[in-house]
C-alpha cells in the first residue's frame, strides 16, 4: 500500500489544484504523468487508496479529483460520500468497467475516464473540467454526485451505531438516542439530547438507510425518532405540532401526515 503522497499547495494563481486517488500504481503514474504537460493543473497530491483519497482530499481542499472508481475498503462512491471539503471538487472518475458504471456516469451527466486513459479523452474531461470550475456551480456539483451515488449504492441499512466525525475525532452514536434528524443543504443534523452532530448526507439518502419502523419523516426538512414522540397536537390545515420527550417542538407537515397512520398516532 503506497502512502498518501502530499506536495505542498502551490501559490500561483490560475492553476487546478488537483489530486488522484487509484490504487493501481501503473495507473496513477500514467495519468500524473499525462496532467504534469497541462499548463494549468498543479498535482497536490496522489493516494492509493480509498482512506488515504479520503483523508488528502478533505485536507488539501483540491479542485478537481481523479477518483479510481475500484479501490478496497472504500471504492469511488465511499470517497465521495465522505468528503467535507466547504467546496465540493469536481469528480472525474477513472474505471476499468465500461459498462454499468459507465452508463451511470452518462445519465447524471458525470464525467469519467475508462482505463486506460487516452491522452485525447483526457483533454476532453479537463475541458469540462475547466468550464466547471468558470461556474463555480457547486450546487449542481452535489446534485450530479447525489444522483449518482444513489444509483450505484447498494441497498444498505444502518446499523445499531452510526458515526460521525466531530472536531478531528469519530463519535459513535446509538441511533436509539437520536432523538429527530434536521436538514441542513447537503448535510442533516442529528439531534441527540442536548448535542447536535453534523453529518454530510442528505436527507433522502439517510432516510433510505434508518428502519423504517423507528424513524418517521414528518416534514421535508426533519426526521424523528418514533420512540420519542411524547405528545402530538393537531393545527390548521392538517398540520400537527410534535412535542418529543425532551422537549423539542417540530412541525409535521399536512403532506406527511399519511405516514402517522402506519403507527396508529393519528
Keep these: 500500500m ?3 503522497d502530499i506536495v505542498p499547495v502551490s501559490t500561483q494563481l490560475g492553476r487546478i489544484r488537483t489530486l488522484i486517488a487509484d ?6 503514474e500514467r495519468l500524473r504523468a499525462m496532467l504534469s504537460q497541462e499548463e494549468d493543473i498543479e498535482i497536490v497530491g496522489v493516494s492509493g487508496t480509498g482512506r488515504e483519497a479520503v483523508e488528502a482530499i478533505n485536507k ?3 479542485e478537481s479529483v481523479f477518483l479510481d472508481v475500484q ?34 456516469f452518462d445519465v447524471q451527466a458525470m464525467d469519467y475516464l475508462v482505463k486506460p486513459c487516452r491522452r485525447e479523452r483526457l483533454k476532453t474531461a479537463l475541458e469540462r473540467a475547466r468550464g466547471q470550475l468558470e461556474k463555480r456551480n457547486t450546487t449542481e456539483i452535489h446534485e450530479k454526485l447525489d444522483a449518482l451515488l444513489a444509483e450505484n449504492r447498494p441497498e444498505t441499512r444502518l446499523g445499531e451505531r452510526i458515526a460521525v466525525k466531530s472536531d478531528g475525532r469519530i463519535v459513535l452514536l446509538r441511533l436509539a438516542e437520536v432523538d429527530w434528524i434536521e436538514a441542513a443543504d447537503n448535510y442533516v443534523n442529528l439531534h441527540v439530547g442536548a448535542e447536535s452532530h453534523l453529518l454530510r448526507e442528505t436527507m433522502s439518502s439517510l432516510e ?5 419502523e423507528r424513524f418517521l419523516r414528518i416534514s421535508r426538512s426533519a ?15 392538517g ?11 417540530l412541525t409535521l407537515s399536512r403532506g406527511y401526515r399519511e405516514k402517522l397512520r402506519h403507527f396508529a398516532l393519528v
Design 23 to 28: 490504487d493501481e500504481a501503473v495507473a496513477r
Design 60 to 62: 488539501l481542499e483540491p
Design 208 to 212: 433510505s438507510k434508518l428502519p423504517s
Design 2 to 4: 503506497e502512502v498518501s
Design 223 to 237: 426526521i424523528v425518532n418514533v420512540e420519542h414522540i411524547k405528545e402530538l397536537h393537531p393545527m390548521f390545515h
Design 239 to 249: 398540520e400537527y405540532v410534535v412535542v418529543l420527550r425532551n422537549g423539542s417542538r
Design 71 to 104: 479501490m478496497p475498503e472504500l471504492n469511488g462512491f465511499d470517497v465521495v460520500g465522505q468528503i467535507t471539503c466547504p467546496r465540493m471538487p469536481v469528480i472525474i472518475f477513472v474505471t476499468g468497467n465500461q459498462e454499468g458504471a459507465v452508463r451511470a
